[in-house]
């Protein structure tokens, strides 16, 4: 077992059986539930916006050359600077970069899970910054000195009292552990942090290539502020997120909000263009677009993968996972995580270490229901143990389906194996889930259903016919 | 500058990868080609014929997402109305931008005065009690409430004050989100305001145990006047 997959195992026995975790998710999911299929069902036809996400997606992602070299013609015209990184490396380099020049001494951060997968963080207080995440969720783990737990709701891990007592512990100003006045503590300092900063630092939803523009969708106002009020703006973007045309987001707009968090239409959806132009009242001098393959294009060169290059990060098919409500987010120890992350990590961050998430499924098919743009989700992730059994077989595998095709093949052989077999079960239960027991991965757990006294052919002789 | 030959390879390089990635062909399903205004509309929620039918479908919206919406007569009205809002919040400073309706309405209130065009104080900004801005469009499928850092005095005025007030006309309101953009690249052309933002209800959070909590970071309050 690779060193991620182990401590996958030893992580997941540890949060499955803890009935506070799972009360604390279930909670959570269930206000999620409600929210999400009311607003579903004001759409006139859901399924039909589904298949047209899915048909705008590929195509974006089909063309994704000329999208990107229109993308950032237009974002060049109006005063934009882009960069391109081919790795996480680079883009740290670029961005730490630009601080450097800009002196930054103060960083102000938006809600970016792409600046999570090339730990963006490190390598700015490394450069001797300070950094500051402004999205409440990821300013409360951030103090915790966590990662977010979920793509779209980092915090949903916590109580309230927990929280209050981070506050307590990291900011000295935690009046109760109400959630309205813990929300005014995280205002009230990251107002201060708005006004300081140097440079201000967003993700991205989509990038629109007909006007050369980057859209951030948003509940709290912490990124219209990160993108108002520093002289330097900095949205680091993968290069998937491309959509042609700008009225394209009419329909990934809402979508986005009702399989992200539930709500018609998120409370700020927002596109910039550009610096400050000429003329405005305010934003930064400085516009940079950092744009990421970090192995994207590796996805887009396999026909089969390419439809995950689609993946507007809804968080969707993490919310409906059995496995995911059962592990937690943190299990996954990936910045992606439920099945979406377990279909794209392995290729992304190398198969071997990461396939493991692959078999952290059922396979029933509760992620390729939901998401909004139609990624077969658990046939990816059955292809990709298709892959790891031919990259990688176990010797242990390979004689024991020998030794079973020859049984299974042979109607003397098969007869007496089963007879054996329930003599073997029969002694096999006076030992059941201890540790002599040969079946105790299964059983420890899990009740194992009793085998039959007689097989179909003997109760068919029986009947005398 | 940061930018370098190194980065002009580095692009050359990923279109490269990407190019080449794409020489796979990989199976689009329902046939290639872009879907249109027309399947958009077929999908996306009802907004309603008529003007009335949209005006009381933006007004059912605004009303779940806790924003206020006014109709009023015409803009003589606008004064006395902001007047009552000022009394009951005990507004000290006002912010606004000197937009034909805006300029006016917030000049009648009376109050020290910070105008955002061409540049203001942003600890000023932020020390008002509320930011009054026009829009582009309110749009009734939704409850939005469309603004350019043209339209509503920059990017702060809409969102660092705790209370934005949005004036509008009569004729702003349109159907649905497909209209809102169109009606944003017919008004602007190639020249878009670097900022184009949609606001659906005062600044919120869920992030402690998913309860609402409203004004996170931007607006505790949103209010709408329709003239």
Redesign the interface.
């Known amino acids: 077992m690779t060193a991620p997959a182990a401590r996958f195992d030893t992580d997941a026995r540890g949060v499955a059986p803890d009935l506070r975790h799972r009360s ?1 998710i279930q ?2 999911m269930a ?2 539930e409600v929210v999400r299929d009311r607003s579903q069902s ?5 399924e ?2 589904r ?2 996400a ?3 997606k ?2 974006a992602v ?4 000329t999208y ?2 229109q993308l950032v013609r237009n974002l060049e015209a ?1 005063g934009t ?1 882009v ?4 790795d996480a490396q ?1 883009a740290r380099e ?1 961005i730490v ?2 601080l450097r ?1 800009k002196n930054a001494r103060v960083v102000v951060k938006s809600k970016s899970m792409t600046s999570e997968e090339i730990r963006l963080n490190d390598a700015i207080e490394a450069a001797g910054c300070e950094v500051v995440e ?4 990821e300013f ?1 783990v951030q103090l915790r000195g966590e990662a977010p737990y979920h793509l779209v ?4 891990h ?3 009292s927990e ?1 209050r007592q981070t506050f307590e512990a990291k900011l000295r100003d935690a009046p109760s552990d109400d ?2 006045e ?3 503590v ?2 009230r300092v ?2 201060r942090t708005y ?1 300081q900063a140097d440079v201000g630092i967003t993700g991205a939803n989509f990038a629109v290539a007909d ?1 050369g ?1 980057i859209s951030i969708t948003e ?4 990124a ?2 990160t ?3 520093p002289r330097t703006m900095i949205t680091l973007i993968g ?1 998937e997120k491309v959509l ?8 990934f ?2 979508m986005l909000a009702v399989m992200g ?1 539930g709500q ?14 000429p ?5 930064p001098e400085e ?1 940079h677009v950092v ?1 990421l ?1 970090n192995r994207r ?2 996805l ?5 993968l ?2 995950t290059l689609g993946c507007i990060r809804c968080g969707a098919c993490l919310n409906v996972c059995p496995v995911f409500r059962n592990v937690g987010g943190h299990t996954y120890g990936t910045v992606y995580g439920g099945p979406i992350g377990a279909v794209i990590t392995p290729h992304l961050r190398g198969f071997k270490d990461w396939v493991h998430l692959s078999y952290a499924s059922s396979l029933c098919g509760a992620c390729t229901a939901t998401c909004p743009v139609k990624i077969n989700l658990h046939r990816h992730l059955l292809e990709n143990r298709r892959a790891a059994s031919h990259r990688d077989a176990r010797w242990s595998y390979k004689i024991g389906f020998t030794i079973y095709a020859a049984v299974a093949n042979s109607p003397a052989l098969w007869k007496v194996a089963t007879r054996l077999l329930r003599i073997g079960m029969s002694v096999r239960r006076l030992v059941n889930g201890s540790v002599l027991d040969p079946m105790r991965a299964w059983t420890r757990t899990r009740d194992l259903p009793p085998i039959a006294k007689q097989s179909f052919r003997e109760w068919w002789r029986a009947q005398g016919r | 500058m940061v930018e370098s030959t190194g980065e002009m390879i580095e692009r050359d390089t990923i279109l490269g990868r990407i190019r080449e990635a794409l020489r796979v062909t990989a199976y689009v399903p329902g046939g290639a080609g872009l879907p249109t205004t027309v399947d958009r509309r077929r999908v996306l929620p009802a907004a309603g014929a008529t003007f009335d039918e949209r005006a009381a479908l933006f007004a059912r919206n605004a009303g779940e997402l806790t924003a206020t919406f006014n109709v009023l007569q015409d803009a003589g009205t606008l004064a006395a109305a902001l007047g009552v809002l000022r009394d009951a919040e005990g507004w000290t400073r006002v912010a606004a931008h000197r937009g034909e309706l805006a300029g006016d309405a917030a000049r009648s209130l009376g109050l020290p005065l910070l105008f955002t065009d061409g540049g203001y104080d942003r600890n000023a900004l932020e020390r008002c009690d509320v930011g009054i801005s026009e829009c582009d469009a309110l749009v009734a499928q939704t409850g939005t409430v469309v603004v350019t850092s043209r339209s509503a005095g920059g990017r702060a005025l809409s969102c660092l004050p705790p209370h934005h007030v949005v004036l509008a006309r009569r004729e702003q309101l349109v159907a649905d989100l497909p209209a809102a953009f169109q009606l944003v690249a017919g008004r602007y052309g190639a020249d878009y305001p670097s900022v184009i933002s949609f606001i659906t209800g005062p600044s919120r959070t869920a992030d402690i145990e998913r309860s609402l909590v409203l004004g996170a970071h931007g607006p505790k309050r949103l209010t709408i006047f329709m003239v």
């Not at chain 1, 960069?83 to 081919?86: D, F, P, V």
């Not at chain 1, 003329?279 to 934003?283: I, M, N, R, W, Y």
Request: with cysteine.
């Open positions: 604390i909670t959570a206000k999620y004001w759409f006139q036809d859901w039909g916006a298949d047209l899915a048909r705008t590929l195509e089909g063309r994704l050359d990107l070299e109006r600077r960069h391109w990184a081919g680079q670029i970069g630009i020049e402004s999205d409440l969720g409360i709701f980092p915090a949903m916590l109580t309230r929280i959630p309205e813990l929300t005014m995280a205002r990251l107002r006004l006007t523009m509940n709290e106002g912490n219209r502020l993108a108002a009020l290069i042609p045309r700008l009225e394209d987001l009419a329909l707009l809402p968090t018609p239409l998120t409370c700020y959806n927002t596109m910039y263009g550009g610096p400050r132009q003329g405005e009242a305010d934003g516009y744009l393959d294009s590796a887009l060169a396999d026909a089969e390419r439809e």
